[in-house]
């Protein structure tokens, strides 16, 4: 997969979040679909990994995962910041949430590395 196809995947994956949040918060999807939430964390980090795929092409998946990670785990701390400066309660803490969210953070992010590499490796076997 060429880097400007790369590019192309991650830009139509980004404006398909951009649409999916702006209609969740339209209509409330977040709060009436219990797993809304899951789909846009593995879709956030499906496209960290393309994203870490495009700037570190050569990188293993332990080292895609990591990238996922830590921004997956940034998010999760803005959230908490933002809910307490919004609510000043950490109650509304949820650890079980927030590891899921990881996990689909994670998940996402193998997804993408393993159809990258695949597509990668199929490319190499045709030429």
Do not use: N
Request: net charge negative; proline share 2%.
């Amino acid at each position: 997969m060429t880097p400007k196809t790369l590019f192309k995947i991650q830009a139509a994956l980004v404006g398909s979040i951009c649409v999916l949040t702006f209609l969740a918060l339209e209509f409330s999807w977040y709060y009436s679909l219990w797993y809304f939430d899951i789909i846009m964390h593995f879709l956030g980090g499906a496209w960290l990994g393309l994203f870490a795929l495009w700037l570190f092409p050569r990188h293993s998946l332990f080292k895609i995962l990591a990238f996922v990670f830590l921004f997956g785990f940034g998010w999760e701390v803005y959230e908490l910041v933002v809910d307490y400066a919004v609510v000043h309660d950490f109650s509304h803490f949820d650890l079980c949430d927030t590891l899921s969210d990881l996990v689909c953070d994670m998940a996402g992010g193998m997804v993408a590395f393993y159809i990258v590499k695949g597509s990668m490796l199929r490319e190499a076997h045709t030429v």
